[in-house]
């Protein structure tokens, strides 16, 4: 089975336990997903499932949108409910204009240190082991982007945000950043309720699949795998086009449709058949095969 399943990650649950589980539900042996979420966070977790894993990379590239819960006043070593207390403060004297005051510098453009408690590695080692032996590591900033950051709900002392944000945003760090500058804060709760096509309204959960794998139509939750690739051009190729995919050769200047786009584009036959993911660099060149999937 090829395709990619909107998966809702349940709460207390690792994204590579999540994987596992559909593994063993579906069969398939060949699975991994895009964007990881921490265990007690829930939400969609695309699950890219056969020839779907070889598109992981395109799909982690996916803007995400977040609901969060963070509790003012508190901090973790964490930075969310899974750590230990470090601090606890009075935030009675916050009201939501200060909270959004607060939030204006981290919208749009940002950099953002990733948390020790997190899967990054060091010399070979993951952080979060580092961290846990009481080391800690001096973490180099980096741009991620802030698309959207608006207050759903303010209930002193927890304020639910819903955040829109670029890869590699650590939601937790953001959280305690903005904990910085009222005082401290962790993240209480969160879900991810988008991932680039992919929506929470939609996603199936684990339970929801085992019923589906019994009744056996669990196939029908699997999306497309140029799905997520609509951003690409797409081109139609002939019969020579096909055959030079198939040995991944350079595509014949008559299938060298688009001529000014440069990137990657995604290949199709003439009766519809989603051949390949192309690339070119400059106009000049031909498209070349980047990842096939026939």
Not at 50 to 62: D, M, P, S, Y
Not at 76 to 91: E, W
Not at 206 to 226: G, N, S
Not at 240 to 263: C, Q, V, Y
Request: net charge neutral; proline share 5%; glycine share 8%.
């Amino acid at each position: 089975m090829d395709g990619i399943l909107n998966l809702n990650k349940p709460s207390g649950k690792t994204s590579f336990g999540a994987v596992a589980a559909v593994k063993r539900l579906t069969g398939e042996r060949h699975a991994g997903h895009a964007g990881t979420l921490d265990p007690n966070a829930t939400g969609v977790l695309p699950v890219c499932l056969g020839k779907a894993t070889r598109i992981v990379e395109f799909l982690a590239e996916a803007t995400k949108t977040y609901r969060a819960v963070i509790e003012l006043g508190v901090t973790t070593d964490t930075y969310d409910a899974a750590g230990k207390v470090t601090s606890r403060k009075d935030a009675g004297g916050i009201d939501q204009a200060r909270l959004e005051q607060a939030l204006e510098p981290f919208r749009g453009n940002i950099l953002q240190t990733p948390p020790m408690y997190s899967a990054l590695k060091h010399q070979g080692k993951k952080l979060y082991e580092l961290a846990r032996a009481g080391i800690e590591i001096e973490r180099k900033s980096r741009p991620i982007k802030i698309l959207r950051l608006v207050v759903l709900e303010w209930r002193p002392p927890t304020a639910t945000l819903e955040i829109e944000c670029s890869k590699g945003t650590y939601i937790r760090s953001l959280a305690n950043d903005i904990g910085e500058v009222l005082g401290g804060a962790y993240l209480k709760e969160l879900t991810r309720n988008r991932c680039g096509i992919f929506d929470i309204k939609d996603a199936i959960t684990l339970p929801e699949l085992e019923d589906a794998v019994k009744r056996d139509d669990w196939q029908k939750y699997l999306h497309p795998i140029d799905s997520v690739l609509s951003d690409f051009p797409s081109l139609i190729v002939d019969e020579a086009g096909e055959a030079a995919i198939k040995t991944g050769s350079p595509l014949p200047a008559e299938n060298s449709e688009n001529n000014s786009i440069t990137g990657y584009g995604r290949a199709y036959s003439a009766d519809g058949r989603f051949l390949a993911i192309l690339k070119r660099d400059t106009a000049e060149e031909p498209w070349r095969p980047k990842k096939v999937f026939i």
